[in-house]
């Protein structure tokens, strides 16, 4: 296995999770903004969920985001 390439491909689909992620995250923020439904200083609870097709991988992060 070469560690280098290893590491480009997973560099490459975690910049189009990071980039395609925050987009997601921006607009329904937004939108439940302007609904009413999401005030200043509240916060959002998120959740990302990594797996694999084969499902022997798992991980979970939970956060939440300050709406400021």
Do not use: P
């Not at 296995?1 to 995250?25: A, H, P």
């Not at 302007?34 to 956060?63: A, F, R, V």
């Amino acid at each position: 296995m070469d560690e280098d390439n290893l590491n480009i491909e997973i560099r490459k689909f975690l910049k189009k999770v990071g980039i395609t992620s925050q987009r997601e995250i921006e607009n329904y923020i937004r939108k439940k903004f302007s609904e009413g439904g999401l005030k200043e200083g509240q916060s959002l609870e998120i959740k990302m969920e990594l797996s694999s097709n084969n499902g022997d991988l798992s991980h979970t992060i939970k956060e939440k985001i300050k709406v400021i």
